[in-house]
């Protein structure tokens, strides 16, 4: 199975990595690992996590107060939808449909 980004969620990613790098050296490396992580998680797993709507799951980072939000296109791919701080508008990864 593979996974894509829509546009708006890869900037959340770059955003999240260079608030961390910014605070601790290496912190915005392991936030980008702990991602990748979360991402293989789901991939190997998709239907295990949680929905939030009819179409969309999410799966929470374990080190880190971020959400993925995705979507199963196929059996073949995961779109990447949001990767939300926690402490935002619950719903504003809707924002980036």
């Known amino acids: ?6 546009t708006p969620a890869l900037f959340e990613l770059t ?3 260079e608030y961390y790098g910014d605070r601790v050296p290496g912190l915005g490396a392991d936030f980008i690992d702990e991602t990748d992580r979360t991402i293989q998680r789901i991939l190997r797993f998709p239907e295990a996590w949680g929905r939030i709507s009819d ?7 374990r080190r880190f107060p ?5 979507l199963i296109e196929s059996s073949e ?7 939300f ?3 935002r508008r619950p719903l504003s990864w809707k924002d980036n449909l």
């Open 85 to 87: 701080h926690q402490n």
């Open 15 to 17: 955003e999240g990595a």
């Open 66 to 70: 971020y959400t993925i939000v995705y």
């Open 55 to 61: 179409e969309f799951r999410h799966c929470n980072l």
């Open 77 to 83: 791919e995961i779109l990447i939808v949001s990767v």
């Open 1 to 6: 199975m593979t996974y894509r980004f829509l």
